[in-house]
């Protein structure tokens, strides 16, 4: 599977933007896979961002997306969308979209970038003030 996050952009600090995942191929299916989003800043490691299990009934957030962020799925479109609200600055980063690992996975090991193998290329984000 390859993965297409897209929905990136140039906003302003308060702006909202969301994110979609999907896979490249409308062939392959991401219905039996947790989703995760991560990100990267510039000189900075890849961070938790969110995370939904493969049937879409619990999610998953990094301490700073908790109040600002919400992940959601539709297994009917093959598609993970990450919505994002009063964007910050901060929020300046690389968005990544991965799969998990296991198939029909109900655990809780969601937070890790080794959980995930496979990931997508990154859709940038630039929140200016």
């Known amino acids: 599977v390859q993965l297409q996050a897209s929905g990136g952009g140039f906003v302003q600090a308060g702006d909202s933007l969301r994110l979609s995942c999907a896979p490249s191929k409308h062939t392959d299916s991401i219905t039996p896979y947790a989703m995760g989003w991560f990100r990267q800043a510039p000189g900075k490691e890849r961070e938790f961002v969110a995370a939904i299990n493969w049937s879409g009934t619990t999610t998953y957030y990094g301490e700073f997306a908790k109040s600002r962020f919400t992940v959601s799925r539709d297994n009917a479109k093959n598609t993970v969308l990450l919505q994002m609200n009063s964007l910050e600055p901060e929020d300046t980063a690389a968005y990544f979209c991965?799969?998990?690992?296991?198939?029909?996975?109900?655990?809780?090991?969601?937070?890790?970038?080794?959980?995930?193998?496979?990931w997508g290329k990154g859709t940038e984000l630039t929140v200016f003030s």
């Open positions: 991965a799969q998990h690992r296991r198939v029909y996975y109900n655990g809780g090991d969601y937070y890790a970038v080794g959980s995930y193998g496979t």
